[in-house]
């Protein structure tokens, strides 16, 4: 069994940055492939970004690209999303995602084995 754990999350200004962090246990962390995903109030549970293995492959949802930046420390078991250029509309809980398979440019929630308990970015002034 795999956990997941986020933390960083918080209320920032629109323009302002965060960074999150997710830190893994329980399986070998630079076997999995990882993701971040985004949920809104009301709205469904949305990709943000994936990482390959070794952390040389990344993978952008449009509404982030540009802005945002995936990256792991295999050593440290640790994945990140480094968020800048925040927005009123990244407001939402975000998500650090493991796959338990091989998808590459895996977008959807399905393809993603498991999850952590999400934390809150708030984006207002």
């Known amino acids: 069994q795999v956990q997941l754990v986020e933390s960083g999350g918080g209320l920032v200004q629109p323009g302002g940055s965060l960074r999150l962090s997710c830190a893994a246990s329980?399986?070998?962390?630079?076997?999995?492939?990882m993701g971040w995903f985004r949920q809104a109030p009301g709205k469904e549970r949305e990709f943000v970004a994936t990482?390959?293995?070794?952390?040389?492959?990344?993978y952008y949802g449009d509404s982030v690209k540009g802005r945002f930046t995936i990256s792991r420390d295999n050593a440290k078991n640790t994945l990140f999303l480094q968020m800048n250029s925040l927005q009123s509309e990244d407001t939402a809980v975000y998500f650090c995602?493991?796959?338990?398979?091989?998808?590459?440019?895996?977008?959807?929630?399905?393809?993603?084995?498991?999850w952590g308990q999400g934390t809150q970015v708030t984006v207002s002034s």
């Open positions: 329980g399986r070998t962390f630079s076997s999995m492939i």
């Open positions: 990482i390959s293995r070794s952390g040389l492959g990344t």
């Open positions: 995602a493991a796959q338990g398979g091989d998808t590459w440019n895996a977008v959807r929630t399905n393809d993603y084995n498991y």
